[in-house]
Structures are given as structure tokens and as C-alpha cells.
């Protein structure tokens, strides 16, 4: 759990705080805190009051999108801090097209943590 510059801050279209992903996923607040200590969900700093916030993206049809947590852990291990994985999630990736955080959650996940392998090379 980080703070964020606000050049990442922008990338990123809506947050949700844990209070919030623990509403859209039907689980407790202590249980939205364990997927962010855990690695499977990133949460930032931010706003006046410095609440943790998870992008809003990474929740979907009551669950975290399908592919995302494979693609953190790929990219922690090739050493990507929170800032660097938001920001590289968010930027857009004309060969995808779109975001790699768009990409996994129209389900096309393949390319994404592809893309997430090749950065280790």
C-alpha cells in the first residue's frame, strides 16, 4: 500500500474504496484488506483523508477480473513496485488495444500477462 503521484492518479479512470470493493464482492471489509496484504488486489492512498482505494476496474460482476491477479504477480516478480503496475496497467498499449487493465477485463487476459512476461526479459 503506496501513495501515488498524481500523474498515476490520472490514469486511472475511478477508484473504489475497500469498504466499496467489499460491497461489490459480497465479503467483509477485513476480508478486502487480506486481498490487498495478499497480492490480489492493488490499493493506493489517496484523496484528502488518504483512504486506501483499489481502481475501480479491477472489480467485475461481483469478483476481481479474471486474469488480474496472475498479471500482479508477474509483475512483482520482475520487480514493478504498486506505482509501477498501476502505471503500466493504465497506460495504453496501442498493439492490445487499449489498457492491459481494459484488456483483462474484456477477458483478454492471454495477451496481457504475455505482454507482463515479456517485460521480464
Do not use: C, H, Y
Amino acid at each position: 500500500m503506496t501513495e501515488i503521484d498524481a500523474k498515476t492518479d490520472a490514469l486511472v479512470p475511478a477508484w473504489l474504496t475497500l469498504p466499496d470493493v467489499a460491497g461489490k464482492l459480497d465479503i467483509p471489509v477485513t476480508r478486502a484488506r487480506q486481498l490487498v496484504k495478499e497480492g490480489q488486489l492493488i490499493a493506493v492512498r489517496r484523496g484528502e483523508e488518504r483512504t486506501l482505494q483499489v481502481p475501480a476496474d479491477f472489480i467485475g460482476s461481483g469478483r476481481i477480473v479474471k486474469g488480474l491477479v496472475g498479471t500482479i504477480t508477474l509483475l512483482k516478480d520482475d520487480g514493478f513496485s504498486d506505482e509501477e503496475m498501476l502505471e503500466w496497467l493504465f497506460t495504453e498499449d496501442e498493439s492490445l488495444p487499449g489498457t492491459p487493465a481494459q484488456a483483462l477485463r474484456e477477458n483478454r487476459g492471454t495477451e496481457v500477462k504475455r505482454r507482463a512476461q515479456a517485460l521480464a526479459v
